[in-house]
């Protein structure tokens, strides 16, 4: 039977999948979405260039091309399958878990409210959620663990939730499931019956598995797996009693837990018997022989580490042959798995008829289409960006009004204070709080726009969308979305990349998101450009745009190439199904984010913005004499390679603060803009204006990149880098532009 790659497959192709190659890491990842060879597949979308969308196993599925060319799959003349047309004074601590795109947010939030803690995994820059509830008298503390697909450690999400789930200490998992994409959720809980901690299965989304045509008997299935399940609609939460009972009552070991452990296929079975029999001697504590075992099967490299270390040299060399010789074990145990699984899925679960088109499928035709849903997705981010400037810089102008309003009055009702004072409270602090204010309008706008896309489950197909551009710079498809949004401001933007799961790629995105010019810069990029160039100032502005995006994506291939060495993102992402999003989730969520920026980056918001005043006001209460100004002297050498004056320079450094303070600065220092233009030359004022947009970004967006990369060196290396770039560009500009 002929064998092709899934690459050269066109939309509404049949096919069965016959060999994976690429090594154990793509191999493995490959396998717990559930492409091992028997599986069928149907493709809704394929492209040359693009990522592809796939129907597989009751889930749709996108694969970057890289991913896809190591699929071989031969065509399948008939397909039955449904999945092309569907789409006591102590505490217990329980782990939640779950896939992503499960609900597991939702029935965390359930079960917490507003009683949670949000900090980072000891040495991790992976959020680590905490909660706690009473129920009966005692106390439960919940911790949600990262969402993974399968316990195989591609990442550092799944690396902490293993992790957890075999030296973590809780009494109990609870497995969040999704009722509309079962056999998927129940690969995740087929590795993990093999640990030591029990489960309880809390089957979400049932309403979700109901509009699909989908009939889940929860009972069949408590009896199929041999422990406890939960059916649940998180989003209204219905089932949290019977949760919250049923936890108590397996604590309290009135409910018997007698799981049905699937088993490995029987070509490899006496490989993992003589394989166990190897490594008893040498297992590390806390490790279960037979999972770790299979483990080692799968190729996991961090599993395979840890028992080189522990296992003698010579006994090694006898496991490493038996390991090398079944490298194929990983899918007769993936395929064991998806077996399990499926024998599970007849027993408890009813399928609509291969006719019915679900709403999934109806909306993906259009919404996954390269110029419909392309034009869809232009048109979202459109509506999410007039929603948040539109209601946001509204009550943003207002609450500086108010701010000032507050700081004149300050002014006044305390004549007999020093001056000094009386300024560092007007300004230096009020002025302070007065910025972290104004970013918040925009702020809760955004991130509730955010976790409303995120929750319907459109977010993963903006992603798929835009991965086709995205990756030509190492970065994922959700990196659309926060480069997009930095045009209206840098700070939320930063914020928002926290929605990408590749900490490489949300680094690189995150240090690449201030080269583009937000509102603020645009505003001043428009009056100067008014002023110096007077007919010809939109052809300036909309060039210096042009400038930034083109730097943006050169400095984006240099990055990927030289500081994160070409590393490929992969691109395997589960389209979720459409459903109506939870709105207690979304004001969780929104309310945990706007916490951590006041937190965190207003905190260095206030003090920077306090030192800066205090060196724009200091000795003499006037800034041409004050410490900036004299750095500003200190710096007119530099200064003159760009044909700037000193002043000029002062402006620049005010504009830290905020961008728009470098007019206000000229202003106070020229009189008004247009003297400066009449004595500054056209080159030099181009210049100025490529310094100026490529400048160091503000201390909000400071604040922000530190906040997110929670790394002093990554923050500093943005300014220099921002500050090298606008230097070197502004002194060549002026000195070409001064031959003509």
Request: aromatic share 10%.
């Amino acid at each position: 039977m002929a064998m092709i790659q899934l690459t050269e497959l066109h939309p509404g192709t049949n096919a069965i999948i016959r060999h994976l190659d690429g090594g154990h890491s793509i191999i493995s990842r490959l396998a717990a979405m559930g492409f091992t060879p028997g599986g069928s597949l149907s493709v809704v979308r394929s492209s040359e260039t693009g990522p592809l969308l796939i129907c597989l196993r009751g889930s749709r599925v996108a694969l970057g091309q890289g991913e896809a060319s190591h699929i071989f799959v031969s065509l399948a003349e008939e397909m039955t399958s449904p999945v092309a047309e569907k789409g006591c004074g102590c505490e217990i601590t329980i782990a939640l878990t779950g896939q992503p795109n499960v609900g597991k947010s939702s029935v965390f939030n359930l079960l917490t409210g507003l009683n949670q803690h949000v900090g980072n995994w000891t040495g991790k820059t992976v959020e680590n959620k905490e909660g706690k509830y009473h129920y009966s008298d005692v106390n439960f503390r919940v911790v949600d663990l990262p969402g993974t697909y399968s316990l195989t450690a591609s990442s550092e999400e799944e690396r902490i939730a293993r992790d957890y789930l075999l030296h973590g200490g809780s009494e109990l998992a609870v497995v969040v499931v999704n009722a509309a994409s079962l056999e998927r959720s129940l690969y995740l809980v087929a590795e993990m019956l093999l640990l030591p901690v029990p489960l309880v299965i809390a089957l979400n989304m049932t309403d979700v598995a109901e509009q699909e045509g989908v009939k889940v008997d929860p009972r069949v299935l408590e009896a199929a797996l041999g422990i406890p399940v939960v059916p649940m609609v998180a989003a209204r939460g219905t089932g949290l009693k019977v949760l919250q009972e049923t936890i108590l009552q397996f604590y309290d070991h009135a409910i018997p837990y007698q799981p049905r452990v699937p088993s490995i296929l029987p070509a490899h079975q006496a490989i993992l018997d003589d394989l166990m029999g190897r490594i008893q001697p040498y297992l590390p504590a806390g490790y279960p022989p037979r999972w770790l075992a299979i483990k080692l099967l799968e190729g996991d490299e961090e599993i395979t580490a840890l028992m080189k270390t522990a296992i003698p040299a010579k006994e090694w060399e006898g496991v490493e042959a038996l390991l090398y010789q079944h490298e194929d074990a990983i899918l007769d145990i993936a395929g064991a798995r998806y077996e399990w699984a499926a024998r599970i899925m007849r027993a408890a679960v009813e399928e609509p008829k291969v006719t019915r088109a679900s709403l999934t499928a109806n909306l993906d035709r259009v919404l996954t289409h390269p110029f419909w849903g392309t034009l869809g997705l232009l048109l979202i981010l459109g509506a999410v960006f007039w929603l948040t400037y539109s209601i946001g810089s509204p009550i943003q102008v207002a609450l500086s009004k108010g701010i000032n309003t507050l700081a004149q009055a300050l002014r006044s009702s305390w004549p007999f204070q020093p001056g000094w004072f009386l300024e560092f409270l007007a300004v230096g602090l009020l002025g302070g709080i007065g910025m972290i204010l104004t970013f918040l309008p925009i702020l809760v706008i955004f991130f509730a726009s955010l976790g409303f896309l995120e929750d319907t489950g459109y977010m993963s197909r903006a992603a798929f969308l835009s991965d086709r551009w995205m990756h030509k710079m190492g970065l994922h498809g959700k990196s659309f979305m926060p480069i997009l949004l930095g045009f209206g401001c840098n700070v939320p933007a930063v914020l928002g990349t926290r929605i990408i799961e590749s900490r490489r790629s949300r680094l690189l995105t995150t240090l690449l998101i201030p080269l583009i010019p937000c509102t603020a810069r645009m505003a001043v990029i428009t009056v100067l450009a008014a002023a110096f160039f007077g007919q010809y100032a939109f052809w300036i502005s909309w060039g210096l745009v042009g400038l930034s995006l083109a730097i943006m994506i050169v400095v984006g291939l240099l990055l990927h190439h030289f500081f994160f060495e070409n590393e490929h993102v992969p691109f395997i992402m589960e389209l979720p199904l459409y459903h109506v999003p939870n709105m207690r989730t979304i004001g969780i969520y929104t309310w945990e984010n706007i916490l951590g920026f006041l937190k965190k980056a207003g905190t260095t918001i206030l003090i920077a913005t306090m030192i800066i005043w205090a060196l724009a006001y200091f000795p003499s209460g006037h800034i041409e004499q004050s410490y900036l100004g004299m750095v500003g002297r200190f710096l007119e050498p530099v200064g003159s390679l760009m044909g700037l004056p000193w002043p000029v320079l002062v402006a620049l450094l005010a504009s830290i603060i905020a961008k728009e303070n470098a007019v206000a600065t000229l202003a106070v220092l020229y009189g008004s803009v247009a003297v400066l233009a009449a004595s500054l030359p056209l080159a030099a004022a181009l210049a100025f204006m490529v310094f100026l947009v490529l400048f160091i970004p503000c201390v909000g967006t400071v604040a922000a990149i530190r906040q997110e990369t929670k790394s002093w060196k990554w923050t500093m290396g943005n300014i220099g880098m921002q500050l090298v770039l606008s230097l070197s560009l502004a002194i060549a500009v002026f000195q070409v532009g001064r031959l003509f």
